[in-house]
């Protein structure tokens, strides 16, 4: 997905993927290993550290394209974007199996990388 919206002339933030999957997995296992509750986590300094990262790339950001599966954090992210005006997309990865109403938040949602970008 990034590497097609660069080759059609955009800027592309993706770094946060370099974390992995599993980054939230063992932040949790830290956390409760040290005897933390979520909030506690959720307010510590690295849950800080992240969070601001994200939000200062969000706050950049001219458009922002949820990129589906997606998990809440994703999801949480394009309603921000949404709600502050910024220009938000969805791109599906297929036909979805379950509908939900409200992508149509979203000011366009793709089956296609090639539609999007058209858009974009």
Do not use: N
């Not at 955009?10 to 932040?27: L, R, S």
């Not at 394009?78 to 939900?100: H, N, Q, V």
């Amino acid at each position: 997905m990034a590497e097609a919206l660069r080759d059609a002339g955009h800027e592309v933030f993706d770094d946060w993927y370099a974390a992995g999957p599993d980054a939230d997995d063992h932040w949790q296992a830290y956390e409760l290993d040290r005897g933390h509750t979520y909030k506690e986590a959720l307010y510590g300094p690295h849950a800080q550290t992240v969070f601001g990262f994200d939000l200062h790339h969000l706050e950049l950001a001219d458009v922002v394209v949820l990129v589906l599966p997606a998990g809440k954090s994703g999801h949480l992210e394009l309603g921000w974007a949404a709600g502050r005006g910024k220009p938000s997309y969805i791109l599906f990865d297929g036909e979805p199996t379950r509908y939900d109403v409200m992508y149509q938040f979203a000011d366009g949602v793709f089956m296609d990388v090639k539609e999007l970008i058209s858009v974009l």
